[in-house]
C-alpha cells in the first residue's frame, strides 16, 4: 500500500491562491493515475482533478479555468495550483493514486477560504 503524503492547505481570503503538493513514494508512480478530490463539510468526496500516466487530464467544471493539475515523475509528486479561490472551494483535499483498480488515499490537507 502506498502513503500518500499532502501539503500545502490553509487559510485563504476568496481570490486568493494556493498550491497542493503530493508525495507518493514508490516505485509505481510514472505508471499510475493520479487525482486530487475534495470533501466539503457534510457532503461526500467529489474529484476535483486528475492526470494519468500519459499527463492527460481532466477537471471538475467548477475548477476549470482556476486549477491546474500537474505532476513530476522524477520527484514522485503530483500538485494542485489553486487560484480565484472561493468560499465555495473549502473543504479537505485528498490525494488519490489508482493503479490496476487499487486506490490509494493520503491524510488530506484542509483548505478553507474566507468571503
Known amino acids: 500500500q502506498v502513503q500518500l503524503v499532502e501539503s500545502g492547505g490553509g487559510l485563504v481570503q476568496a481570490g486568493g491562491s494556493l498550491r497542493l503538493s503530493c508525495l507518493a513514494p514508490g516505485r509505481t508512480f510514472a505508471i499510475s493515475s493520479m487525482a486530487w478530490y475534495r470533501q466539503a463539510p457534510g457532503k461526500q468526496r467529489d474529484l476535483v482533478a486528475s492526470i494519468t500516466s500519459s499527463m492527460s487530464t481532466n477537471y471538475a467544471d467548477s475548477v476549470k479555468g482556476r486549477f491546474t493539475i500537474s505532476r513530476d515523475n522524477a520527484k514522485n509528486t503530483v500538485d494542485m495550483q489553486m487560484n480565484s479561490l472561493k468560499p465555495e472551494d473549502t473543504g479537505v483535499y485528498y490525494c488519490?493514486?489508482?493503479?490496476?483498480?487499487?486506490?490509494?488515499w493520503g491524510q488530506g490537507t484542509l483548505v478553507t477560504v474566507s468571503a
Open positions: 488519490n493514486s489508482r493503479l490496476n483498480g487499487i486506490n490509494n
